[in-house]
């Protein structure tokens, strides 16, 4: 059962957002829209799902706070600052290229809600 599950969102980028926002709520999960990461932490959001250029220059202490606070962090951002990509994924985000991370969603998605867990 997804109804309860709250996916907090801290995507700026409007092109980026509607397409992540479109598919949380197609598993009927609540989106929960985050100003900044400090945002996180009272939302009672068990994933959240960051551009990287909303954490920061340094991504790591947000990234930390996040899984720290209990949730799942699903992060995308250029694939040419791969050095930031692997330090976010070291801190504990599942992390993606931007460009790649649209086409993963689905299965990311998967994880958080399996096949046959429908709201």
């Given at each position: 059962m997804t109804e309860g599950v709250r996916i907090g969102l801290l995507i700026p980028n409007l092109f980026m957002r509607v397409p992540v926002e479109a598919a949380v709520r197609g598993r009927?999960?609540?989106v929960?829209?985050?100003a900044d990461a400090a945002a996180a932490a009272g939302s009672g959001c068990t994933v959240v799902i960051a551009d990287l250029d909303a954490l920061g220059?340094?991504?790591v202490p947000a990234v930390r706070s996040m899984v720290k606070g209990g949730a799942t962090v699903l992060a995308f951002g250029p694939h040419l600052q791969g050095e930031r990509l692997a330090s976010?994924?070291?801190a504990g985000a599942v992390v993606f290229p931007r460009s790649a991370f649209l086409e993963r969603l689905p299965e990311l998605?998967?994880?958080?809600?399996?096949p046959g867990d429908a709201g």
């Open positions: 009927s999960a609540e929960v829209a985050l220059a340094d991504p976010a994924r070291a998605l998967d994880t958080i809600f399996p």
